[in-house]
């Protein structure tokens, strides 16, 4: 089964959530939809990687809310039979003076271009663990500190033994966020200096060579967001005969910090976006954090009717997604309208049967989805519910919402409920929809059928964002924020619209949103024939889909981290 994969060299790409498909409910959010695309576009370039994350049995959680937008957490438990091998080898790690055995399932990931590329999803739900042990690797994100380090532990340590049991030669490490981090541990304890040249009771990891085998892309412009482990529970729980010394010389004095320990054992280190590498920068002075803009996968995120009017007019474009930035001249309008006015009816019947409601297909619909969380600020644009309506008794819209909150974010959870509030308050002059259990599909769904994809967060909090992307591809305008990507995607007027300036409107003021949709966005809607909105979705098109996209991204890990 895995011959074919372990002939050639590989990068191993370690993740602590992947998007494989929509079925597979082994991811939460962005982070895990980057990682799938990334797997996505190295498959399609034929660039040979490896994947490994945990096989998260219960998912992250499926969502359910009550009609008052209470949010109900129900395991997404799912069968790895189904859709993957199990393999036969095992390797044991230490975990709190414990052998923890680990398996892992082979789910092999084919590309539409034909190209296949092996994914680990490691398991110690295995007979000959301790009860306990076998849940470590159950639940994404689930439990407490203790819980996550286990898991950490997985699939750092676990990760890297397995990849070499299993006879995978690997060229380069990659840690997306630093989850992973612990793989640079096995790797120190792998290469150390000869002992001949060392004092006897002296232990000499081999630094430079460890750099040489790893990247970071870190993913989090707050400190608080990074992993941290007091280390009076790593001495507890991490028994590989690590000085803990040499931990703190390289993870940090106070507690583990898993962003500084990847940072200190990667010689490539990058940001997701220029803003976000510069706010690294600032936070952790004397290192180089370099900037790869995110990217998302051109054909999986482009809706059918647009791949074929791409595969008509632009071939090639799903390779080269470049190509896409002559779309502006070589695309009739119509052919354009045509295919949007497609997408967003597969939107419309959809709503209808998920939702019970009809909405209008010549009024603009708005699309906000995602992670519901305090920075995204997912209520801004209800701030004046008055003003709203009078927006739209002028220039009618109508709104569909969707995303989970953290089952520990109880801030997140409120906003869902005030949004239901909202939506009720705005009954009768404006739709909106709010809908459970975001996931992929619901994602493709979303940022193809709608008019504007809207973001509000609070700058400078979003390290990239990628879902603006999505509607890139689909020829749907962005108006948001400029924060993340969006401060590289945005010109003003030709590929959407940003909502205050570069100076990043800190408070949030929503009257700045207000006027800019009553009096720019909404006017040129409804416009006559809908030719200067055409214009702003070929720039969409062919301004920002040919560039955020995951195969660029892709050209550029290969060429600036992983060639090292
Ligand atoms: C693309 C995507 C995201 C990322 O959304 P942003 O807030 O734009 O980063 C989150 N969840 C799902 C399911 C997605 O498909």
């Known amino acids: 089964m895995l011959d074919e994969f372990i002939h050639e060299p590989r990068i191993a790409y370690f993740s602590m959530e992947i998007a494989l498909r929509n079925e597979i409910p082994t ?67 230490q975990i ?17 271009m034909g190209g296949r590329q092996p994914v680990l999803l490691l398991d110690t739900d295995l007979g000959e663990n301790h009860i306990d042990d076998r849940e470590i690797t159950h639940y994404l994100y689930g439990g407490d500190n203790v819980y996550r380090f286990k898991q950490e532990i997985v699939l750092g340590l676990g990760g890297v033994r397995l990849l070499l049991a299993l006879g995978f030669t690997i060229r380069h490490f990659h840690m997306n966020e630093g989850h992973s981090a612990l793989l640079g541990l096995e790797l120190m304890r792998r290469y150390t200096y000869a002992t001949e040249e060392l004092r006897p009771g002296e232990s000499h990891y081999d630094l430079p060579r460890v750099r040489d085998l790893c990247s970071f892309t870190t993913h989090t412009p707050v400190e608080s967001g990074h992993d941290r482990f ?40 990058n940001g997701v976006a220029n803003k976000h590498a510069e706010v690294s920068n600032a936070m952790f002075p004397g290192y180089k954090v370099h900037a790869i803009t995110n990217g998302v996968h051109p054909f999986i995120w482009t809706t059918e009717n647009f791949r074929e009017l791409y595969d008509h007019y632009l071939p090639g474009w799903c390779h080269e ?77 109508q709104i569909v919402l969707a995303g989970k909150a953290h089952p520990q974010d109880e801030n997140g959870k409120q906003l869902i409920e005030q949004l239901h509030a909202h939506a009720r308050a705005l009954a009768g002059t404006i739709t909106v929809i709010y809908l459970p ?27 990239s964002g990628t879902s603006g992307m999505k509607a890139a591809f689909n020829g749907v305008p962005n108006l948001s924020m400029l924060d993340g990507w969006w401060i590289e995607g945005c010109i003003e007027g030709v590929t959407g619209w940003a909502i205050g300036d570069a100076a990043g409107l800190a408070d949030g003021n929503a009257r700045v949103l207000y006027d ?28 920002n889909a040919s560039y955020f996209n995951s195969h660029r991204m892709m050209r550029r890990y290969a060429t600036e981290a992983y060639s090292r």
Request: glycine share 8%.
């Open 321 to 397: 997604p470049q190509l896409l930035m002559r779309a502006d001249c070589c695309i009739p309008d119509a052919a354009i309208w045509e295919a949007h006015v497609q997408a967003k009816q597969r939107l419309i019947d959809k709503m209808q049967t998920l939702a019970g409601v009809s909405l209008q297909p010549d009024i603009p619909i708005f699309g906000f989805a995602r992670r519901m969380t305090a920075y995204k600020r997912p209520d801004l644009l209800f701030s004046d519910l008055e003003r709203l309506k009078a927006i739209a008794r002028h220039h009618p819209f």
């Open 96 to 112: 709190e003076g414990r052998t923890v055995w680990i398996g892992a399932w082979l789910y092999v990931l084919e590309g539409h």
């Open 230 to 269: 007091p280390y009076d529970l790593v001495r507890r729980i991490l028994d590989n005969g690590f000085d803990i010394e040499i931990l703190k010389r390289l993870a940090g004095e106070e507690s583990l910090n898993m962003t500084r320990l990847a940072l200190n054992l990667s010689e490539y280190v």
């Open 437 to 463: 259990d975001y996931g992929m599909a619901l994602a493709q769904t979303l940022t193809s059928g709608v008019d504007v994809w809207l973001n509000t967060p609070l700058p400078p909090f979003e390290a």
């Open 27 to 93: 991811y939460a959010g962005g982070l895990g939809v980057l990682a799938g695309d990334t797997v996505r576009s190295a498959t399609d370039l034929e660039l040979p990687m490896v994947a490994v994350s945990l096989v998260s049995r219960a998912g992250y959680f499926r969502q359910e809310l009550d009609a008052q937008g209470r949010q109900r957490e129900h395991p997404a438990t799912w069968d790895p039979k189904r859709w993957a091998h199990p393999l036969d080898a095992k390797i044991a790690v």
């Open 516 to 543: 800019k949709l009553e009096q720019v966005v909404l006017p040129l809607y409804f416009k006559d024939d809908h030719g200067g909105w055409i214009k702003v979705m070929k720039g969409a098109i062919s301004k």
